[in-house]
């Protein structure tokens, strides 16, 4: 059983900074892709960003130079650092790892509130 478990989030005011980290319970070159989800109230899940095995980054445009995704293979984790956050970053944040069959894997889910 894949476990995926995130820490960090929380409050921050409006051009604040918060780090996610999403530790996998096996070795990260297993997936994929690993990456970051965010849903917002009332919102659908939207992707945020995401690393392939091959170390490829995507990101959606809302977040473009100012998120960053990254990993340490060693500690088995996936990193989302966040700048400059806005309030519209509200949401729950999720870690999302996908196996070669396409199978996703999620982590429990963060809160990220940015105050106006």
């Known amino acids: 059983q894949v476990q995926l478990v995130e820490s960090g989030g929380g409050l921050v005011q409006a051009g604040g900074s918060l780090r996610f980290s999403c530790t996998a319970s096996?070795?990260?070159?297993?997936?994929?892709?690993m990456g970051w989800y965010r849903q917002g109230l009332g919102k659908q899940r939207e992707l945020v960003a995401h690393i392939t095995r091959g170390g490829i980054t995507n990101y959606a445009d809302s977040v473009k130079g100012r998120f960053t995704i990254s990993r340490s293979i060693a500690k088995n984790t996936v990193y989302l650092q966040m700048n400059s956050l806005k309030p519209e970053d509200t949401a729950v944040y999720y870690c999302?790892?996908?196996?070669?069959?396409?199978?996703?894997?999620w982590g429990q889910g963060t809160q990220v509130t940015v105050s106006s």
């Open positions: 096996r070795n990260i070159f297993s997936f994929n892709d």
């Open positions: 999302n790892a996908k196996n070669d069959l396409g199978y996703d894997y």
